[in-house]
């Protein structure tokens, strides 16, 4: 094995099962909450778990509430949650309209560094993943450019970032929350 391949596979740690931050999985539950498929099935949640049986407390109420929604009125929700070894993941969830498949979860694994940012800060990815330049971010947060600078610093520094570019990509990555890009729901 090289050198190179060696840092490559520092670089990027598994941590559950074979995911590691980026990765994603599908979970697809009935109207109870059960889970009824998997697309991976190295990760904690088994087939047959309660969807929300490996979060933490606080986070697993919150789930059942975006889900008894999602189920019943069709809303579409995005969570971030933390699961009970630690992991942190970003949840879209979107009704399927069936009671036997009642709701589709894409869980997506986020570094846990995020939890280090400020409010501000991951507002600031949160436009920079819809797209929006440096100047517009200012206007919208009613900021001025040298703060919006500042805050790309921090969060470079925090995430163990190189470059603005890398800023953009990682909020693109992680950060992007358009529910309506999911499918539409059945009818």
């Not at 995911?19 to 109870?32: M, R, T």
């Not at 949640?45 to 889900?67: C, H, K, P, Y």
């Not at 993943?129 to 001025?144: C, F, R």
Request: net charge neutral.
């Amino acid at each position: 094995m090289n050198n190179h391949h060696k840092k490559e596979q520092s670089k990027s740690p598994t941590v559950a099962g074979n995911l590691k931050p980026g990765d994603a999985f599908v979970a697809i539950c009935d109207w109870n909450g059960f889970v009824k498929w998997l697309s991976n099935h190295t990760i904690k949640t088994q087939v047959g778990d309660l969807g929300w049986s490996n979060m933490i407390a606080d986070d697993a109420e919150r789930f059942r509430s975006a889900f008894a929604r999602t189920a019943t009125l069709h809303e579409r929700n995005v969570l971030e949650i933390s699961s009970l070894n630690g992991l942190r993941y970003r949840i879209w969830m979107w009704s399927i309209g069936n009671p036997d498949l009642a709701v589709c979860t894409f869980n997506l694994l986020i570094p846990k560094e995020i939890e280090t940012l400020s409010l501000r800060e991951r507002e600031l990815l949160v436009w920079l993943a819809k797209g929006k330049a440096l100047k517009e971010i200012a206007t919208e947060l009613d900021v001025s450019i040298n703060t919006i600078h500042s805050h790309m610093r921090n969060v470079k520094t925090k995430l163990g970032l190189d470059s603005p570019n890398e800023v953009v990509s990682f909020a693109g990555r992680f950060f992007h929350e358009a529910a309506e890009m999911m499918p539409g729901d059945s009818i």
